[in-house]
């Protein structure tokens, strides 16, 4: 990865960017999305301030969880010995290139936690819910302790699952609850399918790091159980996604159009099954499977958004 180390504020601004992966917050916006347009199809209504303020929230909870992950990844020296980083797995690399101090990397995570923090106390400011107030402390705890001593998720087989339920679930059921004020099945399929997307994007992105990881008892599921037990994982789960999205488009009426519109999404799915071998996931420039597990993660919440859309505007 090159990066411009001139001393010019745009050059600094790119650096920050890029240690706090801020090209991923695609990550963040689509379950809110999901979640928020759900509401829409159910109440007809749309807040746009609970909206944004969910967005801009979820958003500074990711870039913290993010940027903590590069310090406690760096202070493990998984990252340090990672031989096979690539765009999307092992770190951006800055701190062990000097560019950014691991001191400046954790303020700056304390920094996005803490306006993330804030911009929940809004959210109950106005919502006064307590459903709200236990998923944001549990978002604050999974995103920081990822990695952060002494729980550290990601080291104990259990944080790929735990994101994925955090990031999918919770989200997804936060913003509609925004929305609606109400806790129902309508956005269960696709919150679970958002949780299996984004521990599918966790999961292929653990194939580089698995040999450091290893070196350093991180027990990733990678590490756990072998490259090709992992990727059988990957192939159920990601073949799950489409069972749910068909048997809730069944189900529910509300459900209906998301989930046949995340049906389009199989020809990318076929592509990802393609590039998933075992034998070429492991190398530093082998990375089409993790770039297009991105890209189904992103492009199916749109897809399951515009179902929502389309079930709002007929009814």
Same mark, same amino acid.
């Given at each position: 990865?090159?990066?411009?180390?001139?001393?010019? +504020?745009?050059?600094?601004?790119? $650096?920050?960017?890029?240690?706090?992966?801020? !090209?991923?917050?695609?990550?963040?916006?689509?379950?809110?999305?999901?979640?928020?347009?759900?509401? *829409?199809?159910?109440?007809?209504?749309?807040?746009?301030?609970?909206?944004? =303020?969910?967005?801009? #929230?979820?958003?500074?909870?990711?870039?913290?969880?993010?940027?903590?992950?590069?310090?406690?990844?760096?202070?493990?020296?998984?990252?340090?010995?990672?031989?096979?980083?690539?765009?999307?797995?092992?770190?951006?690399?800055?701190?062990?290139?000097?560019?950014?101090? @691991?001191?400046?990397?954790?303020?700056?995570?304390?920094?996005?936690?803490?306006?993330?923090?804030?911009?929940?106390?809004?959210?109950?400011?106005?919502?006064?819910?307590?459903?709200?107030?236990?998923?944001?402390?549990?978002?604050?705890?999974? #995103?920081?302790?990822?990695? %952060?001593? @002494?729980? +550290?998720?990601?080291?104990?087989?259990?944080?790929?699952?735990?994101?994925? =339920?955090?990031?999918? =679930?919770?989200?997804?059921?936060?913003?509609?609850?925004?929305?609606? +004020?109400?806790?129902?099945?309508?956005?269960?399929?696709?919150?679970? &399918?958002?949780?299996?997307?984004?521990?599918?994007?966790?999961? &292929?992105?653990?194939?580089?790091?698995?040999?450091?990881?290893?070196?350093?008892?991180?027990?990733? =599921?990678?590490?756990?159980?072998?490259?090709?037990? /992992?990727?059988?994982?990957?192939?159920? /789960?990601?073949?799950?996604?489409?069972?749910?999205?068909?048997?809730?488009?069944?189900?529910?009426?509300?459900?209906?159009? %998301?989930? *046949?519109?995340?049906? $389009?999404?199989? !020809?990318? /799915? #076929?592509?990802?099954? +393609?590039?998933?071998?075992?034998?070429?996931?492991?190398?530093?420039?082998?990375?089409?499977?993790?770039?297009?597990?991105?890209?189904?993660?992103?492009?199916?919440?749109?897809?399951?958004?515009?179902?929502?859309?389309?079930?709002?505007?007929?009814?």
């Amino acid at each position: 990865m090159k990066v411009s180390i001139s001393q010019n +504020r745009p050059a600094k601004v790119t $650096l920050w960017l890029l240690q706090m992966r801020v !090209p991923f917050v695609s990550a963040s916006i689509v379950p809110v999305l999901v979640g928020s347009i759900a509401g *829409f199809a159910v109440t007809g209504t749309f807040d746009v301030v609970l909206f944004a =303020l969910a967005l801009g #929230g979820t958003i500074c909870l990711q870039l913290g969880a993010n940027t903590a992950n590069e310090y406690f990844d760096h202070l493990s020296g998984s990252d340090r010995l990672n031989k096979n980083r690539n765009p999307f797995s092992g770190g951006t690399g800055l701190i062990q290139a000097g560019l950014t101090s @691991p001191k400046a990397v954790l303020i700056a995570a304390w920094i996005a936690f803490a306006v993330g923090a804030m911009i929940g106390i809004v959210i109950l400011l106005i919502t006064r819910s307590k459903f709200i107030l236990t998923l944001g402390l549990m978002a604050i705890g999974g #995103g920081y302790f990822y990695t %952060a001593n @002494p729980v +550290r998720l990601g080291y104990r087989g259990v944080g790929e699952v735990i994101i994925g =339920l955090l990031c999918g =679930l919770g989200v997804v059921y936060g913003a509609y609850f925004l929305q609606t +004020r109400s806790i129902d099945l309508v956005p269960l399929g696709p919150a679970v &399918i958002i949780s299996l997307l984004i521990f599918l994007v966790i999961l &292929i992105n653990e194939f580089p790091d698995a040999d450091s990881d290893a070196a350093v008892n991180k027990k990733t =599921l990678v590490v756990l159980l072998g490259a090709n037990t /992992a990727a059988q994982i990957y192939r159920t /789960a990601l073949i799950l996604t489409y069972v749910v999205a068909i048997a809730t488009a069944m189900s529910f009426e509300k459900m209906r159009w %998301a989930g *046949f519109m995340y049906l $389009l999404t199989i !020809p990318l /799915a #076929g592509a990802i099954l +393609r590039f998933l071998k075992t034998d070429t996931l492991g190398r530093s420039g082998s990375y089409r499977a993790n770039k297009f597990t991105i890209l189904l993660h992103l492009v199916g919440g749109l897809l399951m958004s515009l179902g929502f859309i389309i079930i709002g505007l007929i009814s």
